[in-house]
């Protein structure tokens, strides 16, 4: 029954966190959007020089998704606001952070106009009907399955469960696994039930 819907709340405890933001289109197998990082306590973007696909597929790995299907220049996702916190970004590719990766700090020179965006390549799973804060990010669990999205019972659902659902998804650690649909009951299939994962 849907009433028993698994949720999560995931948490970042540090400066560092991004998203992806300032698209209207969300679809089945992809994500797409201006890329922003939390650093100093404010959301900032990135600037375009330099920007290319190996930084792209770090910025969509850490946020959960395989990889990313384009990186997007002059602002294609629309103009952010705040600070301009990267710029030349050079990652290889390989990196599991952007701030793993060479770039220049904070930079006044350049204008919203230069912010960088990615689509991103589908991610099995995510969180819908919560909330998204700076550093923690709630919501219904749902696992993409033959191109259907499915929830998860919540019989043995707990925090090492929706632990290893924060790490997919680029957030370091769970900091609740609400059962009884506390983010609202989907629909469709209920794929897994009994969870058992070790964190």
Known sequence: YHSEDASVVCYNEFSG???ITGSSS???????????????????????????????????????????????TSAYYGQGTGPIWMDNV???????SLFSCYYDRYTSEDSHSEDAGV???????RLVNGEETSSALSGRVEILRNGSWHTVCDDYWDIADATVVCKQLGYQYAISAPHS?????GSGGILLNNLHCTG
């Open 119 to 125: 689509t991103c390549s589908y991610s099995e799973v």
């Open 26 to 72: 969300s679809y089945i197998l992809s994500q797409s959007g201006r890329v922003e990082v939390y650093l100093n306590n404010q959301w900032g973007t990135i600037s375009d020089d330099s920007w290319d696909i190996n930084d792209a597929h770090v910025a969509c790995r850490m946020l959960g998704y395989a990889n990313a299907l384009y990186a997007r």
């Open 90 to 96: 050079a990652c290889t590719g390989s990196e599991n």
């Open 181 to 185: 649909a506390a983010y609202g009951p």
């Open 17 to 19: 966190a991004i998203r």
